[in-house]
C-alpha cells in the first residue's frame, strides 16, 4: 500500500475539553480519555505522537509512561505531520490522524468495540454478572437482582445483547421467573406477558413481538 505524508489536528485535539491542566495521564488513563485501546496508545507514544512523556518508576512495579495535563493541552494544539506508512504504524493508530483505507476503518471499529467491551467489564463484572444469574435462578427478578449488585436492568439486558454466555446463562437462568411454567399453553402469549411473567419465553416472546413493530 503507498504511503504518503498528511498534516492535521493531533488525535488529543477533540479530547481537550477532557483534560484536567493540574493532573497526570499514565498510558491507561490516556486510553480511557481517548475512549481508545491500551495498545494504541502506547503505539502512539512509541511513534512519538506524544512527546514530553517520561518514565515515572513505580515502587513495586515496572516504570510506566506519565503526562502532565499541561503537556497534553500543549500537544493538542499542534498539528501532526505523519507518513501514512501502514508497514510502520498501527492501522487504528492511522484512523485516528485521518487514513479511512478499509483496513484503518475496520481497525478502528474492532478498537472501539475492545473499547466499550472493556468499559463494560469494569462496570458489570464477572462477580456482579455470576450474582445476577444466582439471584434470578432463584427467582429474584431481574430489576431487583440489577439492583442488588449496583447495576440497572438495562445494563444486564445491554450484556445479553452482545455477549452470547451471559445471554445463554442469562435466558437459562430465567426460566425460574415463568409464572405459569414453560409448559403452560399460554407460556410465551401476550396474556402471559401482561400478567407480569418475565420468564425466559415470555422475554423472547416480547422481544420479538417488538421486533415486529419496528419493521
Known sequence: MPSKIVTGPHPLAEYTGRIDPGARYTVRA?????????????????YGWLPGGRLAPTPGTKPHWEWTGKELLRRAQRRLRVVLDHDRF??????RVGC????????????SREWRHNLADERFPATARNRVL????TGTPVPKAADEV???????????????????ALDKAGAALCLLGEDNPWCARPTAYRQGC???????WRREAARKERA
Open 30 to 46: 490516556l486510553a480511557e480519555l481517548m475512549e481508545a485501546s491500551v495498545s494504541s496508545v502506547r503505539g502512539m507514544a512509541a
Open 90 to 95: 498501527a492501522p487504528a493508530s492511522l484512523y
Open 100 to 111: 479511512r483505507c478499509d483496513r484503518c476503518v475496520a481497525a478502528h471499529v474492532e478498537e
Open 134 to 137: 444466582e439471584l434470578v435462578s
Open 150 to 168: 449496583g447495576v440497572t436492568a438495562a445494563t444486564v439486558y445491554g450484556r445479553a445483547a452482545w455477549d452470547r454466555t451471559f445471554a445463554e
Open 198 to 204: 418475565r420468564g425466559t419465553q415470555c422475554r423472547k
